[in-house]
């Protein structure tokens, strides 16, 4: 696959992207790769748009991970369900390289819709008990398939965590260790598949600073105005948004 070079409209909207998405993410404490990638995702080919999101993506889950404690803890709870991860994420990488991306970006789209539509609705699901042993690793792999074929890794990741009983530092850990994870092993596989050169992996890097500047406009946000009311708003937008990247795909 061939890798494009960014015009300065692409990396401009890039730049916007991301620091709407750490906007997000420090305002409501979610969304940062649901939103910067759903709108990436509209102006570039979406291995690029995965491809630019890895290095945010893993700075802004650092310390979502290394602050405070419940770091073991969540490890030997989850641990097969990310090494399970790790493999769906080559698998999927490895489908992104063949598949034509347009089914994919429509797959992005109904990820996208699906992860707002649960998260207004919070359905319950139960707890999957003594099946967790086999439950784990089956999630994992089909997250890891999801973020590698379209750099989404919420869905079935996140809503299984929370059916797990979790601690709020233990689920918040989780959470982390997952998008973490993911991003580790998006970079690893698109540089093996030939999806991440140099100048993409700068072009990475150097969006890292809108995102994080937009996180710290959020926490700042986060203070001033109703957070339930701004994350509704939030999800609403994306549902729209995943809803539009199905229809521009697909028409």
Known sequence: ??????????????????FLGG??????????????LGLLATVVPL????????????????????GGGALLDS?????????????????????LVIVNTQYLTIGLGVLL???AAYALFAPRIPSPGRHETWMSPTIGTLNGLAAGMTGSDVIPGVPYLQTLGLSR?????????????????IAFAFQQKGLLNGQLA????????PALFGYYLGAKIRQRIPEAQFRQVLLVSLLLLGFYIVIRNTV
């Open 47 to 66: 291995p690029v748009a995965i491809a630019l999101l890895i290095i945010p993506g893993i700075l802004a889950n650092i310390w979502q991970v290394i």
């Open 202 to 209: 700068f072009s990475s890097l150097i969006s890292a600073a």
């Open 169 to 185: 530092d233990e689920l918040v850990k989780a959470m982390g260790l997952l998008f973490l994870t993911a991003s580790f092993m």
């Open 113 to 115: 819709g699906t992860y």
């Open 75 to 95: 490890i030997k709870r989850i641990w097969t369900l990310l090494l399970a991860c790790c493999v769906g994420v080559w698998l999927g990488a490895e489908v």
């Open 1 to 18: 696959m061939t890798l494009i070079e960014l015009s300065a409209f692409q990396y401009a909207f890039a730049f916007f992207a991301l």
């Open 23 to 36: 906007l997000v993410k420090g305002t409501v404490g979610i969304g940062m790769k649901a939103i910067s």
